[in-house]
């Protein structure tokens, strides 16, 4: 099994758009009108949908809530999570957190609309940190954005 996509309700289309376009990088594959968006990464006909059917104008749900607490967006590698985050810092997003799990490399912010990223690329299985008896033994330690930032030198 592997989940397919993400569909967010958002409450300003165009803003959402440029998000996640302009600063996450995925490109536009359909439109509909300006109610809905679907983004991808490559090929696929979509990895995020965006929409104001119920949404249009509207609030984040307030702390305290159920619901989606993130969604994670996976990098095919460490330097395309280095250039996310070049974007991240160029365009003002403030980051929740950072975090490396062993297994992976982690990005946390919030969308506009406050959903919920997760940024990550995943370390090849050969390299994740294990017990001797095989199982994982993940862990959360500090990033070194520094170094993930080396992986994608800025443009002279």
């Known amino acids: 099994m592997r989940i397919g996509h993400v ?5 300003d289309l165009e803003r959402s758009i440029a998000f996640y376009t302009g600063v996450l990088g995925l490109q536009i594959t359909q439109r509909l009108g300006r109610q ?3 983004l ?3 090929d696929y006909h979509h990895h995020i949908g965006l929409n104001t ?3 249009e104008d509207g609030s984040p749900p307030p702390p305290g809530t159920t619901g989606l607490y993130h969604a994670a967006i996976l990098y095919d590698t460490r330097a395309e999570l280095g250039a996310a ?3 991240l810092l160029a365009n003002g997003v403030s980051l929740d957190g950072a ?3 062993g297994v992976s490399e982690a990005l946390y912010l919030h969308d506009p609309d406050g959903n919920g990223l997760e940024l990550y690329w995943d370390r090849p299985p ?4 294990r017990a001797a008896d095989g199982s994982l033994t993940m862990y ?3 990033l070194d954005l520094e170094s993930l930032l080396a992986e994608f030198p800025a443009a002279s």
Request: charged share 30%; proline share 4%.
């Open 140 to 142: 959360t330690r500090r």
């Open 85 to 87: 985050l070049r974007r």
């Open 99 to 101: 975090a490396d799990h």
């Open 53 to 55: 059917w119920e949404s």
């Open 126 to 129: 050969s390299e994740w940190p």
């Open 36 to 38: 809905a968006a679907f």
């Open 40 to 42: 991808a990464s490559g």
């Open 7 to 11: 569909h967010l309700k958002v409450s």
